[in-house]
């Protein structure tokens, strides 16, 4: 079954300490299908990771017009949390997710995953009950606003689990063109709020479900989590 999971992983930078643990944490459990997008930094970062690991991740160059775009930026500042640049980096990986989808097999699925996740459990156990729905194409991180899990559900794309389709690759192209046209108008405009607002237009939000925040751990919201 781990030859069905693939990673999808967008790195542009060294990403350090934190982005090795990340990384050692995915193929401790024994995945080696690793789809890397990465600008010039994030791919000596990756070769350098890969051969300490002794894995081959497969490389996806960054479209032109971004890559002359981050050109243009200081490296040391480029990927700040919080910042425009940051938030028109993220828009990167809704292009990885369609190029992953496209370059594997039909049924297998895509895990895309943020480099500061640590991964312990396997995925796969759970995908019967995830995607026992044909409508869903997608399972994702649960975040949450208040107090309650139920009372305000909210997606978070650091962890997103894609069943590779016909119907995912149309849903992913949909929400990337979403997210380009708020980014034209607001370039402070979020990969989060670009799909929870997706999620909101008709019926889309039957297309995704939500991962169990239990097991798919938001990291600031352990603490509220345990306290329940």
């Not at 350090?16 to 050692?24: E, Y």
């Not at 063109?177 to 034209?184: M, Q, S, V």
């Not at 039957?206 to 097991?215: G, Q």
């Amino acid at each position: 079954m781990k030859q069905d999971i693939h990673f999808a992983l967008l790195v542009i930078g060294d990403l350090g300490k934190m982005g090795s643990l990340s990384l050692k944490s995915i193929t401790d459990l024994g995945y080696q299908n690793i789809h890397v997008m990465a600008d010039q930094r994030g791919k000596e970062w990756i070769v350098n990771q890969a051969e300490q690991m002794r894995i081959f991740p497969k490389l996806y160059d960054l479209p032109n017009d971004i890559a002359y775009r981050l050109s243009q930026f200081h490296t040391d500042n480029y990927s700040e949390f919080g910042n425009s640049k940051f938030f028109q980096l993220m828009y990167l990986k809704w292009i990885l997710i369609v190029e992953v989808l496209k370059a594997t097999p039909k049924g297998c699925f895509v895990v895309f995953s943020d480099l500061d996740v640590l991964w312990s459990n396997l995925i796969e156990d759970g995908l019967e009950y995830y995607f026992s729905n044909s409508r869903v194409n997608m399972a994702g991180q649960l975040d949450w606003n208040t107090k309650s899990i139920e009372s305000k559900k909210y997606l978070c794309p650091g962890i997103m689990i894609w069943k590779n389709s016909n119907s995912s690759i149309s849903m992913i192209e949909d929400i990337r063109g979403f997210h380009e046209i708020k980014l034209l108008k607001d370039k402070d405009f979020p990969d989060d709020k670009a799909i929870n607002s997706w999620m909101q237009i008709d019926q889309n939000h039957e297309k995704i479900i939500f991962l169990s925040p239990h097991e798919f751990i938001i990291g600031h919201r352990l603490i509220a989590l345990l306290a329940e």
